[in-house]
T-cell receptor
Framework: ETGVTQSPTHLIKTRGQQVTLRCSSQ?????VSWYQQALGQGPQFIFQ???????GRGNFPPRFSGLQFPNYSSELNVNALELDDSALYLC??????????????FGAGSRLTVL | AQSVTQLGSHVSVSEGALVLLRCNYS??????LFWYVQYPNQGLQLLLK??????LVKGINGFEAEFKKSETSFHLTKPSAHMSDAAEYFC?????????????FGKGTHLIIQP
């Protein structure tokens, strides 16, 4: 089975620009979540998508938005980039359980640098 | 609100020595707890998880962790360190009972193995 794949692996943008990051879920997983990992920090939850709807969100402003497609792949869009948006963006897929103890499978991430 | 504290941003042990990485959590409801490992330029890989079954949890690569409710701790141990264990380790928490909450991660502990 294939794991979680993310693209691009690295990209550089300038302040004020917009960026789209992409993620393909692991086979059989229908839930995707995104995390931001700043240098030297733990990942922070951005949001989660299930059945093409956002059903959970962390403490991130609306300029962070996403999509999930019928094949469960996903996009993360960030508008009006700020210098502090420079980070590793991690996508994780899972299959939800009633208990909530579902295990996330992470991709290798997309490293965004904002100049 | 929930939070995770990992004591020691860097831990150095000799090859063959005991590994102990500390994690304390704060949660308003009984949580699920996870340990993830991150190797350079890679995503996060699950080591083990606690989901209210046995308090002593065994994971991959010889790691284990013990849930201690009275101490609100979930420390990670390995009896004998190997050079390949050098990596960044993250403790994470999620409220039990389902829902779309993301994981809350600690800031991570960088494990250094001395030859």
């Amino acid at each position: 089975e294939t794991g979680v794949t993310q693209s691009p692996t690295h990209l550089i943008k300038t302040r004020g620009q917009q960026v789209t990051l992409r993620c393909s879920s692991q086979s059989g997983h229908n839930t995707v979540s995104w995390y931001q990992q700043a240098l030297g920090q733990g990942p922070q939850f951005i949001f989660q998508y299930y059945r093409e709807e956002e059903n959970g969100r962390g403490n991130f402003p609306p300029r962070f938005s996403g999509l999930q497609f019928p094949n469960y792949s996903s996009e993360l869009n960030v508008n009006a980039l700020e210098l502090d948006d420079s980070a590793l963006y991690l996508c994780a897929s899972s299959f939800p359980t009633v208990s909530g103890a579902n295990v996330l499978t992470f991709g290798a991430g997309s490293r965004l640098t904002v100049l | 609100a929930q939070s995770v504290t990992q004591l020691g941003s860097h831990v150095s042990v000799s090859e063959g020595a005991l590994v102990l990485l500390r994690c304390n959590y704060s949660s308003s409801v009984p949580p699920y707890l996870f340990w993830y490992v991150q190797y350079p330029n890679q995503g996060l890989q699950l080591l083990l998880k606690y989901t209210s079954a046995a308090t002593l949890v065994k994971g991959i690569n010889g790691f284990e962790a013990e849930f201690k409710k009275s101490e609100t701790s979930f420390h990670l141990t390995k009896p004998s360190a190997h050079m390949s264990d050098a990596a960044e380790y993250f403790c994470a928490v999620r409220p039990s009972g389902g829902g779309a909450d993301g994981l809350t991660f600690g800031k991570g502990t960088h494990l250094i193995i001395q030859p």
